[in-house]
């Protein structure tokens, strides 16, 4: 028995697991799904700190910047 790890985008997922249940029976023993979450120890911790920092942008605790804004005095600055 041999065992074949496979990295695919997750739009594409649909298209591989038709591809597995339309193979002819007794060539795939088994498969699973796992996310890549699994893969990546802290992705979890990740998500919930891009969360917790988009409530806070939300609710005005964190100030969002204008790119064009901060952009335009810092070409201003540099010229004077």
Partial sequence: MQTIHINIEDNKVDVLLNII????EGIVDSYTISSASKEDAF???R???LHLLREDMKSGKEPMYDFETVTDALLKELQS
């Fill in 43 to 45: 992705y979890d911790l």
């Fill in 47 to 49: 998500k919930k700190r």
């Fill in 21 to 24: 249940q339309n193979l002819k």
